[in-house]
């Protein structure tokens, strides 16, 4: 098994920044790819952005492309996304996920591990 832990949520006012936080334990070598998405209420969970611990490929949904990053610390087992130029429309439930196949999916039923999310308000 794989334990995923999202940490670094909060209230931001529009413009501004967070990172979040996604420590892996557990079975780690299972993680090969670590994805971050977000769920508005009402709405389905969408993908914002994925990496891959090996070689560090990296892939963006359109809508955070340019503003948020997703750097790792191997050592510590951690992904984040860091978030820049924030706006109302990113506020969701953001959770981390991770797979244990290559390649970084756009698919959330192609994560079959998950975090408990953590709550990103961004005020207008």
């Known amino acids: 098994q794989v334990q995923l832990v999202e940490s670094g949520g909060g209230l931001v006012p529009a413009g501004g920044f967070l990172r979040l936080s996604c420590a892996a334990s557990?079975?780690?070598?299972?993680?090969?790819?670590i994805g971050w998405f977000r769920q508005a209420p009402g709405k389905q969970r969408d993908f914002v952005a994925g990496?891959?611990?090996?070689?560090?490929?990296?892939d963006y949904a359109d809508s955070v492309k340019g503003r948020f990053t997703i750097p790792r610390d191997n050592a510590k087992n951690t992904v984040y996304l860091q978030m820049n130029a924030l706006k109302p429309d990113d506020t969701a439930v953001y959770y981390c996920?991770?797979?244990?196949?290559?390649?970084?999916?756009?698919?959330?039923?192609?994560?079959?591990?998950w975090g408990q999310g953590t709550q990103v308000t961004v005020s207008s």
């Open positions: 996920a991770a797979r244990p196949w290559e390649g970084v999916a756009r698919n959330r039923y192609e994560y079959p591990y």
């Open positions: 557990g079975r780690t070598f299972s993680t090969h790819v």
């Open positions: 990496i891959a611990w090996s070689g560090g490929t990296t």
